[in-house]
Nanobody, 127 residues
């Protein structure tokens, strides 16, 4: 059984930074891809960032390039989303997910490829 748990959200002013954490419990192999998505009120869940559980390849959504980064602490089985220069439009619930083992790298931004999710953590950026 796999459990995913996010933390680190909060209220921050425009231009501020936050680091979100995603702890993964249960068997996860190097084949798995971990991703961050977000969902603002009234909008669909959208891709933010992803990386291979084995490390190495990462990808960031266009809106996050230069501001967001994704990384992993293998010893802690934790994936991080570092967000800087935050804007009010970054306000959303941020979710961490683990993609199916059969997911290939080109599918990393595909919401439908993820089958394990955390409960989400709220990020609010005030103007």
């Amino acid at each position: 059984q796999v459990e995913v748990e996010e933390s680190g959200g909060g209220l921050v002013q425009t231009g501020g930074s936050l680091r979100l954490s995603c702890v993964v419990r249960g068997q996860t192999s190097s084949r798995h891809i971990m991703g961050w998505f977000r969902q603002a009120p009234g909008k669909e869940r959208e891709f933010v960032a992803a990386m291979r559980w084995s490390g190495g390849s990462t990808t960031i959504a266009e809106f996050g390039k230069g501001r967001f980064s994704i990384s992993k602490d293998s010893a802690q089985s934790t994936v991080y989303l570092q967000m800087t220069s935050l804007k009010p439009e970054d306000t959303a619930v941020y979710y961490c997910g683990r993609a199916r083992a059969s997911t290939i790298w080109s599918e990393a931004a595909n919401l439908g490829r993820y089958d394990h999710w955390g409960q989400g953590t709220q990020v609010t950026v005030s103007s």
